[in-house]
C-alpha cells in the first residue's frame, strides 16, 4: 500500500510563490517516476512536471521557466517549487507516483494499475 500525502498549498497574489512538498509512505519504489498533476473544475486533469529516479525532468510548456521540480530519493519526497504564479495556475495539485515511463500525459499515467495519487493540495492565485 502506498500513500502520498501533499502540504504546501495556500492562497497567494499573482507573482507569488508557494513550493508543494509530497513524501510517499508505504511500499514505496524508488525508481518511480514522481510529478505532479492539476486540475480546476470541469476540466481533465493535467500534467505540469515530472522527475524520474535519474533526474530527468519534464515540465509542461505553461510552467516552463516559472515552476522547478525535485525529488530527494532518500526521504520519497518530491517537491513543486512555484514562482511567479498567475490566477491561470489556480487549481487543485496532485502528486502521483507510477512506474511507466515519466510523461505528463494522463492517459498514460492513469491508465496503469500501480499509479498512486495523492488527495490533492489547493493553490489559489489571486490577481
Known amino acids: 500500500q502506498v500513500q502520498l500525502v501533499e502540504s504546501g498549498g495556500g492562497s497567494v497574489q499573482a507573482g507569488g510563490s508557494l513550493r508543494l512538498s509530497c513524501v510517499e509512505a508505504?511500499?514505496?519504489?524508488?525508481?518511480?517516476?514522481m510529478g505532479w498533476f492539476r486540475q480546476v473544475p470541469a476540466n481533465e486533469r493535467e500534467g505540469v512536471a515530472a522527475i524520474d529516479s535519474h533526474g530527468k525532468i519534464t515540465y509542461a510548456d505553461s510552467v516552463k521557466g516559472r515552476f522547478t521540480i525535485s525529488r530527494d530519493n532518500a526521504k520519497n519526497t518530491v517537491h513543486l517549487q512555484m514562482n511567479s504564479l498567475k490566477p491561470e495556475d489556480t487549481a487543485l495539485y496532485y502528486c502521483v507516483t507510477t512506474p511507466v515511463f515519466c510523461t505528463l500525459n494522463l492517459t498514460i499515467v492513469a491508465g496503469h494499475p500501480m499509479t498512486h495519487w495523492g488527495q490533492g493540495t489547493q493553490v489559489t492565485v489571486s490577481s
Open positions: 508505504g511500499d514505496t519504489q524508488s525508481d518511480y517516476c
